[in-house]
């Protein structure tokens, strides 16, 4: 969820131009390259007011070929943070089937969480699987076919779009979340979140044994879900996020007489972030202060050290312009 204290800005490069002034950059910048220059258009100098710019492919006839962010007070910067790239992790689960015994039946049952994109935790459906074993003993790996068979079916039930059931050994499966497309504006793309459960139950006559888990079906996390950092989804998330503020913000719902609203965030960015947080002092008798995160995403395109170079030039020019005022973090490794 995004939610700045009052208003968000962002710009989106991958390259960090080696223009010193407005002028240059625009006539001669490439496609998504990035500057800082201090407000009267020069090279950024210290403690002086500043200003991040990004250039377009935009009609330049029309001066639509590049795009500016709000001028940056050094003296009214509270902290500026970097974060590097980390990709999305789904979360992975073992399911291992241990010595069968006859008449019993295995049950897998999958909880997943923000059933319907409800973004809330008591809003959850179960999936499960089934497997029952008669009066012959069957092998575990007949156990965990019937299990994988029976729950993947019932996934498939749901669209298939969830989880990925995949059987791993003669005893063993996992279930693994499946990566969710973003649709700006539309779908988040948000990671599926789950838990599951392994059971199993005698078919005995004894009630006891009935309502008893006989635990011969049991789970283990192999892989930790992490949401990344800087990761394509975030970025075009966070782009339909903030462009309401700098363009239409009721965006389409004239359609068709409505204003274009442009977008940079690419599906296959890799992005180093860079927020500036600051404010600017209400102009009245009041002393509220009116806060600006002001974000600068830069496309390493590939995740290597190598690739830092220009997140790394960013830094440098802010360094410089927000001089003592704030500290700003240190260069990253580059090799």
Known sequence: MFGPNQVGELLIGNSASTETTIQGFIANAADKALKVLSDSGVAAAANTPFKVVQKTAGDSTKGLNYEFSDVVEPRHVEKVTLGTYAAEVQKKLTVTVGTPTVNTTYEIEVRLYNDGGSLSPENFAIVQGFYVTGAVTETATQVKDGLVSSLQKNLMRRGNFELSVVSTGASTFTIEGKFQKVVP??????????????????????????????????????????????????????????????????RQTGYPADFSTPYYASATGVYNTINIVYYTPRKATSLERQYKVLTIMIDKVTDTLANNAATNSILTSIRTAVGSYATVPSNLAVA
């Open 185 to 250: 504006g539309k779908i988040i793309g948000k990671q599926i979140e789950f838990d599951a459960l392994g059971k199993s139950y005698s078919n005995a006559f004894d009630v006891t044994l009935i309502t008893q888990n006989t635990g011969l079906v049991t789970i283990a996390l192999t892989t930790s879900p992490n949401p990344g950092n800087g990761t394509a989804k975030h970025a075009i998330n966070y782009e339909w996020f903030t462009k309401g503020y700098k363009y239409e913000v009721y």
